[in-house]
T-cell receptor, first 111, second 116 residues
Framework: GNSVTQMEGPVTLSEEAFLTINCTYT??????LFWYVQYPGEGLQLLLK?????DKGSNKGFEATYRKETTSFHLEKGSVQVSDSAVYFC??????????FGTGTSLTVIP | GAGVSQTPSNKVTEKGKYVELRCDPI?????LYWYRQSLGQGPEFLIY????????DSGLPNDRFFAVRPEGSVSTLKIQRTERGDSAVYLC??????????????FGEGSRLTVL
């Protein structure tokens, strides 16, 4: 079956630090991979995505590369800001029907 | 508003009662999803609508849960004989499938259900 495992939090970083949030997946087919983010008081929103192996998704300084050989989609950012404080969810989908989400990683960036 | 709207934002009810949660998707979005998020967990799929029909209801946990979307827009999630284990945040999302599958779901802020 399909599933996503992501790094547990919470994660606390100082501003301008380097961020990595690990995500690995199990899938029976060839899924698309996503990172969704939930800012305080808001709904989940798409941060970035990759639809096939070796694709790199990027947005707002965040990047993640679809690695089929390691079944991973780790989220990275070179220099985090206070405004990046949020909960980050890794997800996969192989159809319109279902998305499989990880448990979420809470990030707090302190000035 | 332009986003997905869910009401109520908070609902407290007693065990055994009936509850309805409403979702108003983004105008024109044909696909609508319900998810359930328990504390410390990621969203868990419940049901997916394409237009008026439930294309996939495999995530509904049991027959106490039911959802409708009679006109292909607003959807209502209905929970009968609520149990304490139903306490969670119920999330609604919509997406447009007109241009193919983009993977972008637009989520509402959720309805927090507490069953006492």
């Amino acid at each position: 079956g399909n599933s996503v495992t992501q790094m547990e939090g919470p994660v606390t970083l100082s501003e301008e630090a380097f961020l990595t949030i690990n995500c690995t997946y199990t899938a029976t087919g060839y899924p698309s991979l996503f990172w969704y983010v939930q800012y305080p008081g808001e709904g989940l929103q798409l941060l970035l995505k990759a639809t096939k192996a070796d694709d790199k998704g990027s947005n707002k300084g965040f990047e993640a590369t679809y690695r089929k050989e390691t079944t991973s989609f780790h989220l990275e950012k070179g220099s985090v800001q206070v405004s990046d404080s949020a909960v980050y969810f890794c997800a996969l989908s192989d159809s319109y029907n279902q998305f499989y989400f990880g448990t979420g990683t809470s990030l707090t960036v302190i000035p | 508003g332009a986003g997905v709207s869910q009401t109520p934002s908070n609902k407290v009810t007693e065990k055994g009662k009936y509850v309805e949660l409403r979702c108003d998707p983004i105008s024109g979005h044909t696909a609508l999803y319900w998810y359930r998020q328990s504390l410390g967990q990621g969203p868990e799929f419940l049901i997916y609508f394409q237009g008026t029909g439930a294309a996939d209801d495999s995530g509904l946990p049991n027959d106490r849960f039911f959802a409708v979307r009679p006109e292909g827009s607003v959807s209502t999630l209905k929970i009968q004989r609520t149990e304490r284990g139903d306490s969670a945040v119920y999330l609604c999302a919509s997406s447009s499938t007109d241009t193919g599958f983009t993977g972008e779901l637009f989520f509402g802020e959720g309805s927090r259900l507490t069953v006492l």
